[in-house]
Nanobody
Framework: QVQLVESGGGLVQAGGSLRVSCAASGRTLSDYAMGWFRQAPGKEREFVAGINWSGGRTYYADSVKGRFTISRDNAKNTVYLQMNILTPEDTAVYYC???????????????????WGQGTQVTVSS
């Protein structure tokens, strides 16, 4: 079992930056690929970014490419999502997720991940 706890969400003005974190416990984080998804009111949960077990490969949704950066520190069992140039369209609950894959390539399939955090709210005001 892996427990994931997100933190760092909040309210930010458009154009600003925010970093959300995901702390894992229960198992060694390096056994898992990690991802960030988000869900806005009335919308489906969507893939934002993913990172393989070593951090050597990262993947992004087109909507955040060039603005968001995913990273991980396996020694701290923590994954980060640095979000820059935020827009009101980025407003959502952000979820951290972990999964075991053979050859992770940034899966956007919610069902392919094994563990999920409770989410952290990010609100971007215009």
């Amino acid at each position: 079992q892996v427990q994931l706890v997100e933190s760092g969400g909040g309210l930010v003005q458009a154009g600003g930056s925010l970093r959300v974190s995901c702390a894992a416990s229960g198992r060694t984080l390096s056994d898992y690929a990690m991802g960030w998804f988000r869900q806005a009111p009335g919308k489906e949960r969507e893939f934002v970014a993913g990172i393989n077990w070593s951090g050597g490969r990262t993947y992004y949704a087109d909507s955040v490419k060039g603005r968001f950066t995913i990273s991980r520190d396996n020694a701290k069992n923590t994954v980060y999502l640095q979000m820059n140039i935020l827009t009101p369209e980025d407003t959502a609950v952000y979820y951290c997720t972990a999964g075991r894959f053979l050859g992770y390539s940034g899966s956007s399939d919610v069902g392919s991940y094994d563990y999920w955090g409770q989410g952290t709210q990010v609100t971007v005001s215009s």
